[in-house]
């Protein structure tokens, strides 16, 4: 077979020791956070980028599919090989290479955690933005791939804000650099923000080097507890209407507050009458930090709302966004398997978005679960199933459903989470049709045989 020869010729260019067929590796990378799974033909650990280059001729060789991953925390699909082929696992390719104070830059190898990314920031007094939930485990080579946002989005952007050069290796084995170390640059296409997002689908990350700012001197969060379903978003109206800027603005339903094991230590949010909760939080100096604090105190007080959580020391702020960090896997309490959609919704329509995907949910008997960040109203919005059948056997109509829903508002049906396998259906309903063939032309030009993680974001190339 062709993928025996793959495997026995890849071995003899990078190592016996960086290639694995065994079963439980096999199984092992078969799976993301999604409860999908395909078996791939080899695992590979590549230690440098010379082994990648080598991985992507052989694969061309042998037209054999390629899956880069980072740690396989994604909710879309998005690592895994539906193609079978190559997963290509970059835990090896975890060396920070340089923190440069003056230009305020790092340089990094894919495989490196975000938050070990920022904590080495944070010795030199800077700070890397982005940080999604699984910023524990995450990698910085998949949070390029999917343009990850986080809590921290609403004031400081998503990924592609801080990428400023990437080093790929394309299917054919060449190696591209793109961008550098400066923050303006318009030479040429901008390749590297269309490489980042393509969810590996166009060229293997190998390094990046992304801007880091400096690291605010002062926080405070609030955790504000609603007695009704929506007061949490007429709040964040009313704080954005005082010219605040929050660097984090995040929102949980009942149904997330219920199961939240965090919440126990909090008195305050244990009430049977809280229906939501909203995060505030806010960075800068301590100055800055203090007159908008007391900015958020006086709209608190206009509301009458006055059993509140606040903090402004930053070992407690942590372990209260734990609270939020948890949300997910708290979840699973009311449902071992869910659809877990990722969407965005203008601030405007966002009420009436998520009362008519609780309507659809009750008027099916489904349990719905919603949070995320309210800040740039992207929600994750949950549907548990108590059995794996129910799961599937619902799949499609829910996913038409939120859709519809989320498109007649005028928003996207993934803010952050990606399209990979789970959504590749629903895609080109939100895109324009000549904008889907030229990005399909695009695809084709940089992976003419379809072997970069093939199966991703459309339904056909």
Not at 396 to 416: A, C, F, H, P
């Amino acid at each position: 077979m062709e993928i025996n020869k793959a495997i026995e010729k890849l071995i003899s260019r990078i190592g016996r020791e960086k290639v694995f067929t065994e079963e439980h590796y096999l199984s092992l990378y078969s799976y993301d956070s999604t409860n999908i799974f395909f078996r791939p033909d080899a695992v590979i650990f590549p230690y440098s980028e010379n082994d990648v280059t080598e991985i992507a001729k052989i694969a061309t060789e042998f037209r054999i599919p390629v899956v880069a991953r980072g740690s396989g925390t994604s909710r879309s699909g998005g690592p895994v090989p539906v193609k079978g082929g190559f997963v290509v696992s970059f835990t090896k390719m975890n060396r920070i290479k340089e923190i440069d104070r003056i230009n305020m830059i790092a340089v990094a190898e894919p495989g490196v955690i975000t938050q070990e990314l920022n904590s080495e920031a944070a010795k030199y007094g800077l700070y890397y933005p982005p940080d999604p939930s699984s910023v524990k485990v995450s990698t910085i080579g998949g949070n390029i791939s999917h343009n990850a946002g986080g809590i921290h989005a609403v004031k400081y952007g998503v990924t592609k804000n801080y990428l400023l050069g990437m080093r790929v290796v394309t299917i054919d084995g060449r190696v591209l650099r793109l961008g550098g170390k400066v923050v303006k640059s318009v030479v040429g296409y901008d390749l590297m923000r269309l490489i980042a997002g393509s969810e590996g689908t166009l060229a293997i990350i190998t390094e990046a080097t992304v801007r880091l700012i400096p690291r605010p001197l002062s926080r405070a969060l609030f955790v504000i507890p609603f007695r009704d379903e929506y007061g949490w978003l007429n709040l964040l109206l009313e704080i954005y209407k005082s010219g605040v800027l929050p660097c984090s603005l995040e929102f949980m339903d009942r149904e997330c507050i219920l199961v939240n094991k965090r919440i126990t230590g909090f008195y305050v949010l244990k009430e049977s009458s809280i229906h939501s909760l909203l995060f505030v939080e806010l960075d800068g100096t301590a100055e800055s930090v203090l007159a908008e604090s007391e900015k958020v105190k006086d709209i608190l007080a206009e509301h009458n709302i006055t059993d509140v959580i606040f903090s402004n020391k930053s070992d407690e702020i942590e372990n209260i966004w734990d609270i939020r960090r948890d949300v997910s896997p708290s979840l699973n309490a009311l449902g071992e398997y869910r659809i877990a959609d990722d969407v965005s919704v203008p601030l405007g329509s966002l009420r009436n978005a998520v009362s008519e995907l609780r309507r659809f949910a009750e008027e099916n008997s489904f349990r719905i679960a919603i949070f995320g960040h309210a800040g740039d109203s992207n929600l994750h919005v949950n549907f548990m199933f108590g059995t794996r059948e129910d799961m599937e056997k619902n799949f499609d109509k829910v996913m038409r459903q939120v859709t519809e829903i989320v498109l007649r508002y005028g928003g996207s049906i993934s803010g952050e989470h990606g399209i990979g396998f789970l959504k590749k259906d629903f895609s080109e309903s939100e895109l324009d049709r000549d904008a889907v063939r030229i990005m399909k032309e695009i695809k084709n030009i940089m992976d003419p045989y379809n072997l970069l993680n093939p199966g991703k974001i459309f339904k056909t190339v």
